[in-house]
Nanobody
Framework: QVQLVESGGGLVQAGGSLRLSCAAS????????MGWFRQAPGKEREFVAS????????SYADSVKGRFTISRDNAKNTVFLQMNSLKPEDTAVYYC???????WGQGTQVTVSS
């Protein structure tokens, strides 16, 4: 059974940092582009960041560019999202998914207080 499990969410003050992890099991995603998405209350799910299988190509939403960094450890089948300078508008449930969006995690809540 393929699973993506996110962790690392929590409550943080504005300006703080969190590091999210997405651990995959059941199959390897080493050859897949992986991405992070988020969904705030009352809003549609939106793209946050993606990373190519080698880690050499990354892409970010304009709203997080310069503050968030996506990375991966293929040996551990894990993708990370380092989030710095967090803002209240970053509050959302964060999900990881493979590049084809066939597989999704259950999400981890990030809440940024002002």
């Amino acid at each position: 059974q393929v699973q993506l499990v996110e962790s690392g969410g929590g409550l943080v003050q504005a300006g703080g940092s969190l590091r999210l992890s997405c651990a995959a099991s059941g199959r390897t995603f080493s050859w897949a582009t992986m991405g992070w998405f988020r969904q705030a209350p009352g809003k549609e799910r939106e793209f946050v960041a993606s990373i190519s299988w080698s880690g050499g190509i990354t892409s970010y939403a304009d709203s997080v560019k310069g503050r968030f960094t996506i990375s991966r450890d293929n040996a551990k089948n894990t993708v990370f999202l380092q989030m710095n300078s967090l803002k209240p508008e970053d509050t959302a449930v964060y999900y990881c998914a493979d590049g084809s969006e066939n597989y999704w995690g259950q999400g981890t809540q990030v809440t940024v207080s002002s």
